[in-house]
């Protein structure tokens, strides 16, 4: 079965700085990642997925994420922060051809205006 | 709009009761996930729903029990409710051996 680890639980940044989320994944064959995120009170949205290819991804609302297979991580980035960027955001994995997703913890993140 | 509806938003149950949570996949998906989130965790996997049985299990005991009807939709069902039963249920939907997935906005379940 899959894990997925996400580390700094509660991170806390002003807007226009940097934001990088560290994810973790272990299993040994071929995955699907993804990053959810969840504003409050509102359902999962999925920011960007990695399937295959290049293996720096571009999702919505200017975040990214690259896949280094070596470390096993999918860290999610994005420049500058906007205070509407205030959520939780989780790491998803699931192997290839199954469905059935493993989520990290999340990062709650608050971003001061 | 996710294009995957639950029902009901919120409900209270009492200790030992039963509840009945309803989900509509989206649109031209046929398999349907079910995930609880606590508070302050991320979703856990609780069985999935393909061509109407339950095709995958994540670890969760037998008082979790679902349904999927021909029309895709499903239930999930959990019997002698616990406090620790307290969370949001979340639904998911997509096709099968799809690899994207769209999420429902839940049903949040209180427990007393």
């Known amino acids: 079965a899959q894990s997925v680890s996400q580390h700094n639980h509660h991170v806390i940044l002003s807007e226009a700085a940097s934001l990088e989320l560290g994810c973790n994944y272990s299993y040994g064959g071929t995955v699907n990642l993804f990053w959810y995120v969840q504003y409050p009170g509102q359902h999962l949205q999925l920011l960007l997925k990695y399937f295959s290819g290049d293996p720096l991804v571009k999702g919505i609302k200017g975040f990214e994420a690259e896949f280094i297979k070596s470390k096993f991580s999918f860290n999610l980035r994005k420049p500058s922060v906007q205070w509407s960027d205030t959520a939780e955001y989780f790491c998803?994995?699931?192997?290839?051809?199954?469905?059935?997703?493993?989520f990290g913890k999340g990062n709650q993140v608050v971003v001061i205006p | 709009d996710a294009g995957v509806t639950q029902s009901p938003t919120h409900l209270i149950k009492t200790r030992g009761q039963q509840v009945t949570l309803r989900c509509s996949p989206k649109s031209g998906h046929d398999t349907v996930s079910w995930y609880q989130q606590a508070l302050g965790q991320g979703p856990q996997f609780i069985f999935q729903?393909?061509?109407?049985?339950?095709?995958q299990r994540g670890n969760f005991p037998d008082r979790f029990s679902g349904h999927q009807f021909p029309n895709y939709s499903s239930e999930l069902n959990v019997n002698a409710l616990l406090l620790g039963d307290s969370a949001l249920y979340l639904c998911?939907?997509?096709?099968?051996?799809?690899?994207?997935?769209?999420f429902g906005e839940g049903s949040w379940l209180t427990v007393v």
């Open positions: 998911a939907s997509s096709v099968a051996r799809g690899n994207t997935i769209y």
């Open positions: 729903y393909y061509e109407e049985e339950e095709r």
């Open positions: 998803a994995v699931n192997a290839h051809g199954n469905n059935r997703l493993a």
